[in-house]
């Protein structure tokens, strides 16, 4: 079949038949497609969807265009779980949620992806890790999934390898908002990584890529129905990204601030409820349990230090100190400059203008305008800010982290034009909106 034939069919708005979608994913990875192609298709799936046949058919041929994982003769496969978020700012609920679960009894191969447009990557967190391999073999993520409980990784070149050639594509030509794009990528990965239970957590609010309830009903539902209809436990949890989750925003800040979730009482509320709803409809789905067990599961494996002694060994295991949380500010040592930003008014923050905040981030180096950017992963934000709290001439919005007075100067003024202040009193949003099963 003839590429563009394909891409004009699909510019017209009609729907693709298995075969042409087929065409399309093996295009993928054999370059029968061209880049200039794929991005051209992509953007017109954009603009004109796909049906939920069609994202059927794109998610299996995508899963199939490489290995898939079989845990049975490893580990329990019953007890194999993973979790994926729909991406926003300071979302860093993988880098606790995994080692939560791994020290509940349940083993997590997560296969993780780099930043994509405004919003930050967990690979590249751990990128800012000291040693941390993020592309160790099969056999050896294999194995410290069996030894530790988890291991977060990323793309292996043989698992849904046509998903990993599209996915950076459509982060530099402008697709990244697309459902059926959203819902093929994100379950080809997991369905090829061998899961019985998935947790989705779809961001909504204006640091999202979904700006309103809507798209973002839609989106968990495809997600859902499609998930469902692999024979995966699924269950999606629609959260808010009206602001930065947790108090960072940044690698090596975020790290940080993950290391003292799971070691001190230091945790910010926001991103406490939403691991927490997360990890808790996991263990629910995976051992039939009550949300309020499943809480005093989570609770006993934070306090006792078990979650934080499973982090450190997912650390060690894939190539990164071998005592990290006694050594992390050191490993970690951020050498950015660091000023206070003040808004220099009194009130109550209004409204984030969080995508901007996260497109500021890239401006200064925190994130890619191109895929073969470097990433400079000391940059970032922290304790910053959120809708609800009151500020006043004295009240840092924000701590930032920069490479030199130059940046810092040419991004403060942009970095106060995100936040809203009134002055009245401001309820602050809800974290979780709904659950779709």
């Avoid at 299996?60 to 490893?74: C, N, P, V």
């Avoid at 300071?90 to 949620?97: E, P, R």
Wanted: charged share 25%.
């Amino acid at each position: 079949m003839i590429p563009q034939e394909i891409i004009r069919k699909k510019r017209n708005n009609h729907p693709l038949s298995k075969e042409e979608i087929n065409t399309f994913v093996q295009g993928l990875t054999d370059n029968s497609f061209s880049e200039a192609q794929i991005a051209a298709m992509s953007m017109a799936i954009l603009l004109n969807g796909m049906n939920a046949e069609e994202t059927v058919f794109m998610t299996d041929a995508m899963t199939k265009s490489g290995d898939t994982l079989d845990w049975s003769k490893i580990v329990d496969n019953n007890l194999v779980c993973d979790k994926h978020s729909t991406g926003g700012v300071g979302d860093k609920t993988s880098l606790v949620l995994a080692p939560i679960l791994a020290s509940c009894g349940l083993f997590v191969p997560m296969i993780s992806g780099r930043g994509l447009g405004h919003t930050g990557g967990t690979l590249d967190k751990f990128d800012s890790i000291p040693g941390y391999n993020t592309s160790p073999d099969l056999d050896t993520f294999k194995r410290v999934v069996k030894e530790v409980g988890c291991a977060i990784i990323g793309q292996t070149d043989n698992l849904a390898p046509a998903d990993k050639k599209l996915y950076s594509i459509r982060d530099v030509v402008g697709t990244v908002e697309s459902l059926p794009l959203i819902t093929s990528s994100i379950l080809s990965k997991k369905i090829a990584s061998g899961l019985k239970t998935l947790i989705l957590d779809v961001k909504v609010g204006n640091g999202s890529f979904n700006s309103t309830m809507e798209v973002s009903n839609k989106l968990a539902n495809s997600l859902v129905n499609v998930a469902n209809g692999a024979g995966l436990k699924c269950e999606a949890i629609i959260t808010d990204m009206n602001q930065v989750l947790g108090r960072s925003a940044g690698h090596t800040l975020e790290v940080i601030e993950c290391i003292e979730y799971l070691t001190t009482s230091n945790k910010n509320k926001r991103l406490e409820v939403i691991v927490n709803s997360l990890a808790a409809s996991i263990l629910m789905m995976v051992y039939d349990i009550s949300k309020e067990e499943s809480l005093s599961r989570i609770n006993e494996v934070i306090s006792n230090g078990k979650a934080a002694e499973r982090f450190e060994k997912m650390i060690t295991a894939l190539g990164g100190p071998s005592s990290f949380l006694t050594t992390y500010k050191t490993d970690l040592k951020n050498n950015c400059l660091k000023e206070d930003i003040f808004i220099n008014k009194q009130g109550f923050i209004k409204e984030i203008k969080t995508r901007e905040l996260g497109l500021l981030l890239i401006e200064l180096g925190g994130g890619r305008k191109q895929t073969t950017d470097q990433i400079n992963h000391n940059v970032g934000y922290d304790n910053v800010l959120g809708v609800g709290e009151q500020v006043d001439a004295s009240t840092p919005i924000l701590n930032l982290y920069s490479k030199s007075d130059q940046d810092c100067d040419e991004i403060k003024e942009k970095i106060k034009e995100c936040f809203i202040i009134t002055e009245s009193e401001v309820t602050k949003p809800k974290e979780i909106y709904k659950v779709i099963n």
